[in-house]
T-cell receptor
């Protein structure tokens, strides 16, 4: 089944403790992206990747890191999480940056930083 | 940069009525406009999309219209049913050049409630 898999689904952590949210897709998509969803603000892009080893900042990149060493994986790293990073996170993928196609979203990761 | 405004933020209709959600975008170069439905606790899912060379697209009870001159597009749901209750997001493909990444810019979302 074609899908985007995110893990974990839920995570509670403490301020400053490094964490990684994994994202993997099995559709051979070139384009992958991370969004955070907050009430009243919609979905805001954190980072995106147009292909392996090509990543760039989105609209709200502060406090986050990403890497794209393989086509299928695009982990989101929070080196020193803070409470303002409490949010619902979605990984998404698309065939390519040029393609006029929608994103396929992962199931989401609800992160709470205390 | 590209901005997408979505209205209303909440919408309540009676079952069987129509619902209309409107979005405006700022980047005249935008060329792709998808709509997503997000049910409670679930991921956003693509329900319909339209490209800039098309003015209207319909799929059963849902339709999308695009006015490029005015830079706005709308989602129309007819004969609404309780299972249409969800949050709906519009989006615009804000970057058409390589250094803009072709990303989707999302509206703030509309919470649609269909009352039986």
């Amino acid at each position: 089944e074609a899908q985007v898999t995110q893990n974990p689904r839920y995570l509670i952590t403490v301020t400053g403790k490094k964490l990684t949210v994994t994202c993997s897709q099995n559709m051979n998509h070139e384009y992958m992206s991370w969004y955070r969803q907050d009430p009243g603000l919609g979905l805001r892009q954190i980072y995106y990747s147009m292909n392996v080893e090509v990543t760039d900042k989105g609209d709200v990149p502060e406090g986050y890191k990403v890497s794209r060493k393989e086509k299928r994986n695009f982990p989101l790293i929070l080196e020193s999480p803070s409470p303002n990073q409490t949010s619902l996170y979605f990984c998404a993928s698309s065939l390519s940056w040029q393609a006029m196609l929608g994103y396929t979203f992962g199931s989401g990761t609800r992160l709470t930083v205390v | 940069g590209e901005n997408v405004e979505q209205h209303p933020s909440t919408l309540s209709v009676q079952e069987g009525d129509s619902a209309v959600i409107k979005c405006t975008y700022s980047d005249s170069a935008s060329n792709y406009f998808p709509w997503y439905k997000q049910e409670l606790g679930k991921r956003p899912q693509l329900i319909i999309d339209i490209r800039s060379n098309v003015g209207e697209k319909k799929d059963q009870r849902i339709a999308v219209t695009l006015n490029k001159t005015a830079k706005h597009f709308s989602l129309h749901i007819t004969e609404t049913q309780p299972e249409d209750s969800a949050v709906y997001f519009c989006a615009a493909r804000g970057g058409v050049f390589y250094n803009q990444g072709g990303k989707l810019i999302f509206g703030q979302g509309t919470e649609l409630s269909v009352k039986p």
